[in-house]
């Protein structure tokens, strides 16, 4: 993405996660923050309970990281004037205010493409730019989480109520990943035809996306799966595929899709020999039919022993399994260190380097560079500078309240 400008007008983590890789992959990323109170998400100091600290702040790194940040305070003016400056010079004009703020402020597709008719204008939004709803804001715990049915299915129906979005802006940043690949496209049509499109990516359309095997099937079997309590071994007729609790309270994942081939090797590994030999479960008919009964004698055999024993122990088994880890444990896991998923980067306050995730696309097996997330307004002088705006205006502009 060398030589592409973005210009981004975006808070939280929708829309600016999708800035993050474009920077990632070499794009120029302009993000806008008003000048004083900066990205709104920066205010966010107290997140699922946990105290953050407002100068090393995950939910600003994770989606930030790469940009270089102008204080511009769009609704006046001035504002407009040097937004419409940058917006000359760029690629891509990324936002996801609602259509009501981008009126207001003349930053929607008609006030953009009138100084730049050959950007690319990306929006993201909660429930799409068309309907009914094209007015109402969201995050991902409403839109991408309760609405859309993704946590209604990962809920155990047995828990009798819901369950709250564990995950801070997890759909946020698969919505982002969508519109950085949509924008590659993009760029891609362009380069081919000379048309510059508009696009969107909602968060209820990410979340129906992600969960698109399951809707499908719902849709042609009028059935919704749903999560199962750790106890609830439920309707399969794969014993290979199921969460079994070990002994000191771990789960391991049994994730043996079609057994065929694997019955002998996954009953030996789990200390089970002699029922890879017994008519009841040595071929994959009769397994089916009698999957709860095997279902029970793994269980046993698995709980007898600790996580750590089972970890180690399956490693050599031929089928799939996978231990059932937190967000740490991953952290240190030696596969993902191994593919460069975690990076550490300079702060931008304090000496203690900032542990980031990398992006999900690897080019070439080289892990792609990242740098830290800006400070609020840290490179305005800069970038208009770069513009070609001289000092004697800048110094009218801030003196205006128009940029920081």
């Not at 400070?375 to 000092?391: F, Y």
Request: glycine fraction near 12%.
């Amino acid at each position: 993405m060398q030589g592409v400008r973005v210009l981004e007008v975006a808070q939280f983590t929708f829309v600016p996660a999708a800035g993050a890789l474009l920077a990632d992959w070499g794009a120029d990323v302009i993000k806008v923050e008003h000048p004083v109170r900066g990205d709104t998400q920066r205010g966010f100091i107290n997140v699922g309970g946990f105290q953050l600290d407002p100068d090393r702040h995950p939910l600003i790194e994770h989606p930030n990281r790469g940009k270089r940040s102008v204080g511009i305070d769009v609704s006046t003016p001035g504002g407009q004037e040097v937004l419409y400056e940058i917006a000359k010079t760029a690629d891509v004009f990324l936002t996801n205010y609602l259509p009501a703020a981008r009126q207001k402020h003349k930053f929607d597709i008609e006030h953009i493409r009138a100084v730049n008719p050959n950007i690319i204008y990306a929006r993201g939004s909660a429930y799409g730019d068309k309907g009914p709803e094209r007015d109402v804001g969201g995050f991902d715990g409403t839109a991408f989480w309760t609405r859309s049915g993704v946590g209604h299915s990962l809920t155990p129906e047995g828990l009798g109520g819901a369950l709250s979005q564990g995950i801070p802006a997890f759909g946020d940043s698969i919505g982002g990943a969508n519109i950085a690949g949509g924008i590659s496209a993009a760029l891609f049509h362009r380069e081919r035809t000379g048309e510059a499109v508009e696009l969107d990516v909602s968060l209820l359309s990410t979340a129906w996306w992600a969960a698109g095997a399951s809707m499908t099937q719902g849709m042609e079997t009028g059935e919704t799966m749903r999560s199962l309590l750790p106890d609830d071994t439920g309707p399969s007729v794969n014993p290979f595929m199921a969460n079994y609790l070990t002994s000191d309270g771990g789960t391991i994942n049994l994730c043996i899709v079609s057994p065929t081939g694997y019955i002998r090797d996954a009953f030996e590994h789990l200390g089970l020999a002699e029922l890879a030999d017994d008519p009841r479960f040595s071929d994959v008919l009769p397994l089916i039919e009698n999957a709860s009964a095997a279902a029970a004698l793994i269980s046993a055999a698995i709980g007898g022993k600790p996580f750590d024993y089972w970890r180690a122990h399956l490693k050599t088994m031929k089928g799939q399994w996978a231990p059932f880890q937190s967000f740490l444990d991953l952290a240190t896991d030696e596969q993902a260190i191994a593919n460069d998923m975690i990076v550490d980067v300079e702060a931008g306050i304090g000496e203690q380097p900032f542990r980031v995730v990398r992006g999900p696309v690897q080019f070439n097996h080289e892990p792609l560079e990242t740098t830290r997330a800006p400070q609020a307004s840290e490179h305005t002088e800069l970038v208009l500078s770069e513009l070609g705006i001289d000092w004697d205006r800048i110094e009218a502009l801030k003196k205006a309240g128009a940029i920081a």
